[in-house]
């Protein structure tokens, strides 16, 4: 049975580059998510002062919860996101999972403008995609 789930995508260092090359890589592992337009965004608790490219997606899938977490990290790395640039501050790529059907995570990060103003577009377009 197919699951609702939100994404945030973000990168601070190529992130137009590195958002497109997950973009292609959910589609290619079957995830074909309504997306809100990128926005750019300052860093939060982040060492490295590159202003971030967030995105949040929203849509359905069959994935369970372990599989779809572990597809995540493996985009994650494929668009370069290694451990020893944590320090450092430099994120290629970083998807959470906020939403997995009925379950929520991250709720920091839910009151965060570009969730809520990519959520409300997300809504407005799979509305109007009803119609």
Same mark, same amino acid.
């Given at each position: /049975?197919?699951?609702?789930? &939100?994404?945030? /995508?973000?990168?601070? $260092? ?12 959910? =589609?290619?592992?079957?995830? +074909? ?7 750019? @965004? ?13 995105? &949040?997606?929203?849509?359905? @899938?069959?994935? %369970?919860?372990? #599989?779809?977490?572990? !597809? =995540?990290?493996?985009?994650?790395? $494929?668009?370069? +996101? +290694?451990?020893? %640039? ?9 998807? %959470?999972?906020? #939403?997995?059907? %009925? $379950?929520?995570? !991250? ?12 959520? !409300?577009?997300? $809504?407005?377009?799979? @509305?109007?995609? !009803? #119609?």
């Amino acid at each position: /049975m197919a699951s609702y789930i &939100v994404l945030c /995508m973000g990168s601070n $260092q190529d992130g137009a580059l590195h958002l497109q090359q997950a973009h292609s890589l959910l =589609l290619e592992a079957g995830l +074909r998510l309504q997306w809100a337009n990128s926005q750019v @965004t300052q860093p939060i608790d982040c060492p490295c002062p590159n202003n971030f490219v967030n995105q &949040v997606g929203g849509g359905y @899938t069959d994935y %369970d919860y372990p #599989r779809l977490k572990q !597809k =995540l990290k493996e985009i994650e790395s $494929q668009c370069g +996101r +290694r451990p020893e %640039d944590k320090q450092a501050g430099i994120v290629k790529l970083d998807i %959470d999972l906020l #939403r997995f059907g %009925d $379950q929520y995570y !991250k709720p920091d990060e839910w009151d965060r403008a570009y969730i809520k103003d990519g959520l !409300k577009e997300i $809504q407005a377009s799979e @509305t109007e995609n !009803k #119609r």
